[in-house]
């Protein structure tokens, strides 16, 4: 995804009043907080979510477009946290799919920055992003914390997934993926089976890091998908220590493309008639 901006424009990451959205208006106090709008309180919003998010979310739909994050400036080595510019779920999806004038946007939930299996996480999404023209999506990962391990959030970001990073301090986006955390496993055979397979498919995909580390790595992460307007489409869930499902992401991901395709040619057709 060659030449998508990697960092939030100064012009679009500072809170303002009334943004306009498509066929909606969200108002919001200087603080970027939602206080009306048609967008987070319509009545009909989990209808137009995908029957097939997992129930924990659908739950906290539409509270969790409401909840607050705040971008991260990872460039020239630095980890900086722009408080600034704090903005709502909502509007950190909106800000990155009007930077690149995508149709969509893939969240990248992180579980740990340092964990080496976030890092084989995002040079997946990476490679599988690339697929896809950068006028059609967008992309951001969201984090827990700062100032635990930023040695690997700066590695996560320069050498696996060069997007804009937000940090989720409450953690409202991992609970309302239903706060899952990793297992524990009580047979030593399992625990060791398990991590010897681990370091040999990520010694044969030359990705070195840790498992356990410094920071929260217990609460697991995901990819969340949402559309153009920013209705969340598809979830996957974390399972700890497996691979991604690229091609099921992917899957997701063309379909959430091809619907919003599909609603361009209708108005077009509308307007024609």
Same mark, same amino acid.
């Given at each position: 995804m060659a030449g998508i901006q990697h960092s939030l424009a100064p012009d679009t990451a500072k809170s303002v009043t009334g943004v306009k959205t498509q066929a909606s208006t969200v108002e919001m106090s200087s603080s970027g907080e939602?206080?009306?709008?048609?967008?987070?309180?319509?009545?009909?919003?989990?209808?137009?979510?995908? &029957?097939?998010?997992?129930?924990? %979310?659908?739950?906290?739909?539409?509270?969790?477009?409401?909840?607050?994050?705040?971008?991260?400036? #990872?460039?020239?080595?630095?980890?900086? $946290?722009?408080?600034?510019a704090e903005m709502t779920v909502h509007r950190a999806h909106k800000t990155?799919?009007?930077?690149?004038?995508?149709? &969509?946007?893939?969240?990248?939930?992180?579980k740990r920055p340092g964990c080496v299996l976030c890092k084989e996480q995002g040079r997946a999404l990476t490679e599988m992003l690339s697929g896809f023209s950068e006028k059609d999506v967008g992309a951001w990962a969201v984090i827990k914390e700062v100032g635990v391990d930023d040695e690997g959030l700066l590695s996560l970001y320069q050498n696996f997934f060069n997007f804009p990073f937000f940090?989720?301090?409450?953690?409202?986006?991992?609970?309302?993926?239903?706060?899952?955390?990793?297992?524990?496993?009580?047979?030593p055979l399992k625990i060791a089976a398990r991590y010897l397979a681990i370091r040999k498919r990520l010694k044969e995909k030359n990705i070195e890091g840790n498992i356990i580390g410094d920071g929260e790595g217990m609460v697991l992460g995901g990819v969340l998908i949402f559309d153009r307007r920013g209705y969340l489409q598809y &979830?996957?869930?974390?399972?700890?220590?497996?691979?991604?499902?690229? $091609? $099921?992401?992917?899957?997701? %991901?063309?379909?959430? #493309?091809?619907r919003e395709a599909s609603k361009k040619a209708q108005r077009r057709s509308s307007t024609e008639n």
């Open positions: 939602v206080t009306t709008g048609r967008f987070v309180d319509d009545p009909t919003i989990q209808e137009k979510c995908r &029957a097939s998010l997992p129930s924990s %979310l659908k739950q906290n739909l539409p509270a969790l477009y409401r909840k607050k994050l705040v971008p991260v400036d #990872l460039s020239f080595d630095t980890v900086r $946290e722009d408080k600034d990155v799919v009007r930077q690149q004038r995508a149709k &969509a946007s893939v969240c990248f939930v992180v940090k989720d301090s409450s953690m409202n986006i991992y609970k309302a993926m239903g706060n899952r955390k990793v297992g524990i496993v009580p047979n &979830a996957h869930e974390e399972q700890f220590s497996r691979e991604l499902p690229t $091609e $099921e992401i992917k899957q997701a %991901l063309s379909e959430v #493309l091809d």
